[in-house]
């Protein structure tokens, strides 16, 4: 039965009532957190919230870390102290970035009208967090009916001129999509596409939710952006704190109106931290909500005439965890994944990779650029992407490319060793992409372009797939398309040839500064519900720019190419077919390829000299890792003169960098930013002109 409207607004009273509730029976908690900020303390959380928030904040932009070096180190601080202060400069000196990524999220919120009896009412605010789909709050749209009686409507603004901008509709399509839970008070519907075909999304933009943690502590400030009282669009900016933080809800101050509903809760980096859903007014000691006045409110008064004492919000990690848990067909599951790795749905619910060795698919976010992609989230079979297919059926195996003969003289060889995840594509595409990114940093280090014929690429990428997919039978017997990142990362485990790929993720995930106990990591979907491996590998997708599928897969590899000596073997037989066997040496390697590399040094032939070689996101910095290599612990590569490390923070692959410990011997280390989604791309890291220059200058001879 369809809701009718005065079903929903009774529905609206009955958000305000359980948000008047639960705000009652925080009373302690929110009083211990006001007496401590009253008493000074900016933020009144647990030290490992604060560290993984102050984290979280350098890993995202959020504050430039020139002014982090400027404050911090004016005076001597411990490390607890360190965390507060650079969550404090945060909320007082923003990047210039805020404004536009303010206007930027803005652009994602639309005003929800309704039709009713001819006319046209303001109802309440939603915001695309797809592509495709738009949240909001159950009480504005409770049911799969409501939203054909409504639709919605973006740029209700006024532009920089303070005139009225072009208004744009657009109509709900709930047969495609829809979901919503009146305890959460949350939808999320379909929006129809607009006339020319595109998706919302793709016009206006939508917001990348996260189930990582560090995204708000309590103290911090918050930001809206809807639409009171259905007036053009608004925002309540950074006027307001958080107060306290339920399992499911967050209670903050700031003045929200009416039409609010459905609204965003940003923090300070335009990370949607809670759906806005309810106002707690003010009660006297008989239970009814008072004016403004001082006096009973009565149903005739309207909602502007309360006096709304805080509001509620429903944490984002909480929605999340419910659409995890839904039982959706495949088509609503794919809508689904459209929201991203950061979801924790694009895995969860969606295909995983095939990992059987018929097919070579192409996984979502990869392109033929020779990186490995996060969220190899399941795909399409490339046709001709993974070699040719004989006359008898049988798939032949890419092989890897030889440099022309007269590339730089004749004496001189670059060679490009790629990492992991390369099956199904050409090398040829790979060296082009390669080739791309480094003539971009050559420009920038004022040396000439490389020719794409001049670059050695040896190829293993299939032969490892299939050594790989050859040894999954457990995780095929359970079908691992239906697993989430971190139970399939238990199955890994448990196939570990060595048993050491759960230290791996242990280790790397301690490197990165997770906490050994404590609360902090306990805002995702929680430990118990996928395992031990479930925290490591959240703390190390928030704390860097690839998903956790990435992570436990790119991990799985590793520990199977250093733990089987028939994969390794394999491995460096399909290297070595394509080298050169004499002449000055320039080996570029990228990801695993640093791993392969260290190991590929110990067997050149003694005619081939490496005079530079280059690693780029690389694990080496992991005892598991580099203890492993066929020169067991960190040492210097075997007869290279020169050795260059470049690694980006947020990259999840290089969490062991820089390479400190000193039996690494003499090695320039550069620490790069790499742009957003894209920290391990290996043409990101060659187009900087630091790795570029040193390259460019061995091969032409200019350094």
């Given at each position: ?85 650079i969550i404090d400069l945060s909320n007082e000196l923003q990047a210039w970035s805020f404004l536009p990524r303010g206007v930027r ?599």
């Open positions: 039965m369809a809701v009718t409207g005065r079903s929903n607004e009774e529905l609206h009273e009955q958000a305000v009532a359980e948000a008047a509730r639960r705000y009652e029976e925080s009373s302690p908690e929110r009083e211990r957190v006001e007496s401590r900020m009253a008493a000074g303390v900016r933020f009144p959380d647990a030290p490992d919230a604060l560290a993984v928030r102050a984290d979280r904040i350098l890993d995202r932009g959020g504050l430039s870390p020139s002014a982090v070096v400027a404050d911090i180190h004016r005076e001597a601080m411990d490390l607890p102290d360190a965390n507060e202060r999220a803005g652009a994602t919120v639309a005003r929800i009208t309704l039709r009713r009896d001819g006319r046209e009412l303001p109802h309440g605010t939603g915001f695309m967090v797809s592509p495709r789909l738009m949240m909001t709050n159950h009480h504005v749209l409770p049911d799969e009916t409501f939203p054909r009686q409504c639709f919605a409507e973006f740029n209700a603004q006024v532009t920089v001129d303070n005139q009225p901008d072009t208004v744009v509709r657009m109509e709900f399509d709930p047969g495609t999509f829809f979901a919503a839970d009146r305890r959460l008070d949350f939808a999320l519907v379909a929006v129809a596409p607009a006339r020319d075909g595109r998706p919302p999304g793709e016009i206006f933009g939508w917001n990348r939710l996260s189930v990582q943690i560090g995204k708000l502590v309590l103290g911090e400030k918050v930001n809206i952006i809807g639409h009171p009282d259905g007036r053009l669009k608004e925002i309540v900016l950074r006027d307001n704190a958080v107060l306290v933080r339920l399992d499911d809800f967050l209670h903050y101050r700031t003045d929200t109106r009416p039409g609010n509903s459905g609204s965003p809760v940003y923090n300070d980096q335009w990370e949607v931290v809670a759906l806005h859903h309810s106002g707690v007014p003010k009660k006297d000691d008989q239970g009814r909500i008072l004016r403004r006045d001082g006096l009973p409110w009565q149903h005739g008064d309207g909602d502007d005439a309360i006096d709304w004492v805080a509001n509620e919000g429903v944490r984002i990690s909480s929605i999340l965890k419910h659409l995890a848990g839904l039982d959706l067909d495949p088509a609503r599951r794919a809508l689904l994944a459209e929201m991203g790795p950061d979801s924790g749905l694009d895995q969860s619910t969606a295909v995983a990779p095939s990992l059987t060795p018929a097919v070579a698919p192409q996984p979502q976010g990869t392109t033929a650029s020779g990186t490995e992609t996060p969220g190899s989230a399941g795909g399409m079979v490339t046709p001709g992407a993974a070699g040719r297919e004989s006359g008898t059926g049988v798939r032949e195996t890419a092989t890897g490319l030889r440099a022309r003969s007269t590339a730089f003289g004749g004496r001189k060889h670059l060679v490009f060793l790629h990492g992991r995840d390369q099956h199904g594509k050409q090398p040829g595409d790979l060296r082009l992409n390669w080739t791309a990114g480094l003539n971009r940093g050559l420009t920038l280090a004022s040396l000439p372009p490389l020719d794409p014929q001049d670059a050695w690429f040896p190829f293993y990428g299939t032969r490892l797939h299939h050594l790989v997919s050859g040894r999954e039978s457990t995780a095929e017997s359970i079908g691992l398309d239906r697993l989430s990142a971190a139970a399939a990362a238990e199955i890994f485990a448990a196939e570990s040839p060595t048993g050491s790929y759960e230290r791996l993720i242990h280790e790397a995930a301690t490197r990165a500064g997770m906490p050994q106990d404590g609360p902090a990591a306990t805002e995702g979907f929680g430990a118990g519900l996928v395992g031990a491996l479930h925290r490591p590998l959240s703390w190390l997708a928030a704390r860097s720019d690839l998903d956790e599928w990435t992570i436990a897969t790119f991990l799985r590899d590793v520990d199977l190419y250093l733990g089987d000596g028939a994969v390794r073997q394999a491995v460096l037989d399909s290297v070595l077919e394509t080298m050169p066997t004499s002449g000055e040496l320039v080996l570029v390697t990228h990801s695993l390829g640093t791993v392969v590399g260290m190991d590929l040094l110990t067997r050149l032939p003694e005619g081939l000299d490496p005079v530079l070689m280059v690693t780029a996101g690389s694990p080496l910095g992991l005892d598991g890792v580099n203890e492993r290599l066929l020169a067991r612990g960190p040492h210097r590569p075997p007869r290279v003169r020169d050795w260059v490390n470049v690694w980006c923070p947020t990259d999840g692959v290089a969490i062991g960098c820089p390479l400190e410990d000193e039996r690494w011997g003499k090695l320039t280390q550069l620490a790069v930013s790499n742009g957003r989604d894209r920290a391990h791309k290996i043409e990101e890291y060659l187009s900087h002109p630091g790795a570029a220059g040193a390259i460019g200058s061995v091969l032409t001879g200019r350094g």
